[in-house]
Every structure is written in structure tokens, then in C-alpha cells.
């Protein structure tokens, strides 16, 4: 689970991860704006996993998907399902999301599941036991202090071809203050 306040850089961050994958090992669907209602959820997670479904029923849905990820194992293929704006879902989601990591082989789990989104995230999954536990993992992706946001001015003046930096110590301080840390802000401002 990753959590973070808006203009942290989640997305962005998801985004890298994505790219730095080998594809031929990772099957992967992202689902950006998920659906609250369980079934439609499902719906979305078979479309970008990109499995033909012209069913109306859970049961086959489910079925679809655990062929896929069945199919995906004997290939050495990982699968991997990340949700952003997770924080939106509703608790029946995260029901559906929590009983699909039940997919699983004796020594081998058959989905891998990142959820992704705001601060809520954490509190409304601390609210769910049975799925907070089947969390391994979860970080909280924090604003910037003031070091590191005169890492990232350097680091977007050198991607903007600045030889230079241009901005005096009490600029930056300001840059960092103003905003707050919030790489979204820095970048605006």
C-alpha cells in the first residue's frame, strides 16, 4: 500500500514502476479511477487485464480472472494489480480486493495487489482487519523537507538545461515553504 497526500508524486511514482518492469514477466493492470461498486470493479480489472468478458455474473468473472493468473504462473508471469484512488473504494470493494489474494497455490500467491492513494487509505484499511493484514507492505509517501526540495529544484533546473541554479538560498527556502514540500505545488509555483 502506498499513501501519500495529493501532489506527492503517487501517480508519477506507480507510473516509473510500471515502465521499469519487464513486461515479459509481469502482467499488469492499473485501474486509476475504480469503481466503489464490487461488481464493476471486477468488470474494470478484467478489461485492463485485457480478458474477454461477456459475462454479467461474479462467479464468472472470477473465474476468468483466476484462469488468467493460473495461466500467467504456469508462464513464469506475475501478475500484478495496482488500484489508485483506492482511499474512494467502497468497503465491499476492498471485501472483493482482500478475497482475491486468496488466489493462491500452496507456496505461491497468484496476485500481487498495490493499492494506491490518499492519507484516508490507511485509516480506512486499519478499519478492515482481515485485509490489513494481508498488507506486507506499506509506506507513506511524505512532502519534502527542505533539502530535498533544493535536490528537486536542482534536479528540474538541470532537466531544464539550466547550467546555473538561479535561485538564491533564501528563494529556495521560500520555494519550500510556500508549498509546503508538496512536489506538485513546487513545480507550479
Not at 493492470?29 to 485485457?50: G, K, R
Amino acid at each position: 500500500m502506498l499513501s501519500g497526500a495529493l501532489g506527492c508524486g503517487k501517480t508519477m511514482l506507480t507510473r516509473v514502476y510500471i515502465q521499469k518492469l519487464p513486461r515479459e514477466h509481469f502482467d499488469i493492470a492499473l485501474i486509476t479511477n475504480p469503481s466503489p461498486e464490487p461488481l464493476e470493479f471486477l468488470y474494470e480489472v478484467l478489461y485492463q487485464f485485457n480478458i474477454a468478458n461477456g459475462s454479467k455474473n461474479k462467479t464468472q468473472c472470477l473465474r476468468l480472472l483466476n484462469d488468467n493468473m493460473y495461466e500467467n504462473m504456469k508462464e513464469n508471469v506475475e501478475t500484478l494489480l495496482i488500484v489508485g484512488e483506492a482511499q474512494l473504494l467502497s468497503e465491499m470493494t476492498f471485501e472483493e480486493i482482500r478475497l482475491l489474494l486468496n488466489f493462491q497455490l500452496d507456496h505461491l500467491f497468484l496476485i500481487t495487489v498495490i493499492l494506491v492513494g490518499q492519507p484516508e487509505l490507511g485509516d480506512k484499511i486499519k478499519g478492515m482487519e482481515q485485509l490489513d493484514q494481508r498488507i506486507a507492505v506499506k509506506y507513506h509517501l511524505p512532502p519534502f523537507n527542505l533539502k530535498k526540495t533544493t535536490n528537486y529544484i536542482f534536479f528540474r533546473l538541470k532537466k531544464a538545461a539550466s547550467k546555473e541554479n538561479v535561485f538564491s538560498p533564501d528563494a529556495i527556502k521560500r520555494i519550500y515553504a510556500i508549498p509546503k514540500g508538496v512536489p506538485r505545488k513546487i513545480n507550479n509555483l
